[in-house]
């Protein structure tokens, strides 16, 4: 009997939504809420560890910097495990490697041991994210790619505020560590039913293993109507590439998309991962009680959820313009935080308008960059798109806390924090302009299709 050749990724493009797309989308949730847990909790806890180590706010900075260098290692290093073992794989050791840190932090006793388990814990927060989104983007239809990217990463704002939450109740009580242990002990419990229940991503195994028993009970799950034999042969339409090299990142027609997306993770990490670790305290300077303080960053991470909905499926329909108007209300709201004046309702509300738009803007970056790799080099190039934001976030929030130790006004800091967003609605624009030329069929490369044949 004749073979029926089925190629993946127009059977996966064609068919519904199913209950297996929601089970990987959820379990990518669980990933990345626990991961926002464990990235959060530093962040929420930093007043509190300066005021247990009587430490200058330059102390925290190191701690931050740390961290972010954890991630941008962890990122690369994870990315090219995603590409080269599988997205399985790299999800669930990156969920152990930021979570097993968390546990031991609280036998800490010096920032020094704070900043190496910071950056050890940063290795797995890095590579949690390409392989997960590089999971998303290969299991959801493209009309979908946008809105499941993002739904997931609803995940990672839901971790942000269940953290703020056991601050607020925990700290007081037993101590700044207490948060950590809080998400060390979910994210070992995570890893565990990972390694029992999370799928590899069909098209990984497409490439890799096309007639692995795997793939075709994966298959089954995505598209249960498509008849398959038992004489099916799945294949994905991409050259092979014997080994990775970031050189495959700017040749074809890949340059353009890489250097915008570098440029647009560099400086949208300069403004966003800078706000997201001090804005605890910067809220506790304008007047704020420590427990209002991480109440309202838990409440800022809850709106951040709304408006990364709504920006999901504006994404999908109109494409990455659609983050240039959430990065100038950003601007525009970080800004304006300044000029919320003694008014405790007025600075709340300030909060969560900058953090919310900041945080839409942040996924809306995550959402796009896996569109613009074919399935052997996204993990990789992902990797290396959020490394670059990683090494801004490595500096950002660094200086900070040494421009903050050396009482730099409040209003200045708020207006160097909001400055690079300018450069990441350039960067959007440059971005839009690819979509565009793409969706009038011009030869523009694998930009909103990652299994085209001029890869």
Same mark, same amino acid.
């Given at each position: 009997?004749?073979?029926?050749?089925?190629?993946?990724?127009?059977?996966?493009?064609?068919?519904?939504?199913?209950?297996?797309? *929601?089970? /990987?989308?959820?379990?990518?949730?669980?990933?990345?809420?626990?991961?926002?847990?464990?990235?959060?909790?530093?962040?929420?806890?930093?007043?509190?560890?300066?005021?247990?180590?009587? *430490?200058?706010?330059?102390?925290?900075?190191?701690?931050?910097?740390?961290?972010?260098?954890?991630?941008?290692?962890?990122?690369?290093?994870?990315?090219?495990?995603?590409?080269?073992?599988?997205?399985?794989?790299?999800?669930? *050791?990156?969920?152990?490697?930021?979570?097993?840190?968390?546990?031991?932090?609280?036998?800490?006793?010096?920032?020094?041991?704070?900043?190496?388990?910071?950056?050890?814990?940063?290795?797995? /927060?890095?590579?949690?994210?390409?392989?997960?989104?590089?999971?998303?983007?290969?299991?959801?239809?493209?009309?979908?790619?946008?809105?499941?990217?993002?739904?997931?990463?609803?995940?990672?704002?839901?971790?942000?505020?269940?953290?703020?939450?056991?601050?607020?109740?925990?700290?007081?009580?037993?101590?700044?560590?207490?948060?950590?242990?809080?998400?060390?002990?979910?994210?070992?419990?995570?890893?565990?039913?990972?390694?029992?229940?999370?799928?590899?991503?069909?098209?990984?195994?497409?490439?890799?293993?096309?007639?692995?028993?795997?793939?075709?009970?994966?298959?089954?799950?995505?598209?249960?109507?498509?008849?398959?034999?038992?004489?099916?042969?799945?294949?994905?339409?991409?050259?092979?590439?014997?080994?990775?090299?970031?050189?495959?990142?700017?040749?074809?027609?890949?340059?353009?998309?890489?250097?915008?997306?570098?440029?647009?993770?560099?400086?949208?990490?300069?403004?966003?991962?800078?706000?997201?670790?001090?804005?605890?305290?910067?809220?506790?300077?304008?007047?704020?009680?420590?427990?209002?303080?991480?109440?309202?960053?838990?409440?800022?991470?809850?709106?951040?959820?709304?408006?990364?909905?709504?920006?999901?499926?504006?994404?999908?329909?109109?494409?990455?313009?659609?983050?240039?108007?959430?990065?100038?209300?950003?601007?525009?709201?970080?800004?304006?935080?300044?000029?919320?004046?003694?008014?405790?309702?007025?600075?709340?509300?300030?909060?969560?308008?900058?953090?919310?738009?900041?945080?839409?803007?942040?996924?809306?970056?995550?959402?796009?960059?896996?569109?613009?790799?074919?399935?052997?080099?996204?993990?990789?190039?992902?990797?290396?798109?959020?490394?670059?934001?990683?090494?801004?976030?490595?500096?950002?929030?660094?200086?900070?806390?040494?421009?903050?130790?050396?009482?730099?006004?409040?209003?200045?800091?708020?207006?160097?924090?909001?400055?690079?967003?300018?450069?990441?609605?350039?960067?959007?624009?440059?971005?839009?302009?690819?979509?565009?030329?793409?969706?009038?069929?011009?030869?523009?490369?694998?930009?909103?299709?990652?299994?085209?044949?001029?890869?």
């Amino acid at each position: 009997m004749r073979e029926a050749e089925i190629q993946i990724a127009d059977l996966i493009d064609s068919r519904p939504l199913n209950a297996f797309h *929601a089970f /990987i989308l959820a379990l990518c949730f669980l990933i990345l809420c626990v991961d926002g847990m464990d990235f959060g909790a530093a962040n929420v806890a930093a007043p509190a560890i300066l005021r247990a180590f009587h *430490a200058e706010k330059s102390a925290m900075g190191m701690v931050f910097g740390w961290g972010y260098f954890g991630i941008l290692i962890g990122s690369v290093i994870f990315g090219y495990i995603g590409d080269r073992f599988g997205r399985r794989l790299g999800a669930i *050791a990156s969920v152990l490697a930021y979570s097993l840190p968390g546990v031991v932090t609280v036998f800490v006793s010096s920032f020094g041991q704070l900043s190496a388990l910071r950056f050890l814990a940063g290795l797995g /927060i890095g590579g949690v994210i390409p392989n997960t989104i590089a999971l998303l983007v290969e299991t959801a239809p493209r009309r979908f790619r946008a809105s499941f990217v993002m739904f997931a990463f609803v995940g990672y704002s839901t971790g942000v505020a269940t953290i703020g939450l056991v601050a607020a109740r925990f700290i007081p009580r037993f101590g700044w560590s207490s948060v950590f242990l809080v998400a060390g002990v979910a994210g070992v419990a995570l890893g565990m039913f990972l390694a029992f229940f999370l799928p590899e991503s069909a098209h990984f195994l497409a490439v890799s293993d096309p007639q692995s028993p795997k793939l075709r009970k994966i298959v089954s799950r995505l598209a249960p109507d498509s008849g398959l034999s038992s004489n099916s042969h799945f294949f994905l339409l991409e050259k092979a590439k014997s080994k990775f090299s970031i050189r495959l990142l700017f040749t074809d027609n890949h340059w353009a998309a890489t250097s915008l997306l570098w440029t647009g993770y560099f400086a949208e990490a300069l403004t966003f991962m800078t706000l997201s670790s001090w804005l605890p305290f910067l809220l506790e300077s304008a007047g704020l009680s420590p427990r209002q303080a991480s109440l309202t960053y838990s409440y800022a991470a809850l709106c951040a959820i709304a408006c990364i909905l709504l920006v999901s499926r504006l994404l999908d329909s109109l494409g990455p313009v659609t983050a240039v108007f959430t990065a100038l209300c950003s601007i525009a709201s970080i800004i304006s935080l300044s000029y919320a004046g003694v008014s405790m309702v007025a600075i709340i509300i300030t909060a969560l308008l900058a953090y919310s738009f900041s945080s839409s803007t942040h996924n809306a970056l995550n959402a796009t960059v896996g569109y613009f790799y074919p399935t052997q080099i996204r993990g990789s190039g992902v990797g290396y798109a959020t490394g670059m934001g990683r090494i801004a976030a490595i500096f950002g929030p660094t200086i900070t806390g040494y421009l903050l130790s050396a009482k730099l006004p409040m209003k200045s800091m708020l207006y160097l924090i909001a400055a690079p967003y300018l450069v990441v609605i350039l960067a959007f624009f440059g971005l839009s302009l690819i979509h565009n030329r793409q969706n009038r069929g011009e030869n523009v490369g694998d930009y909103n299709n990652p299994v085209a044949t001029s890869e």
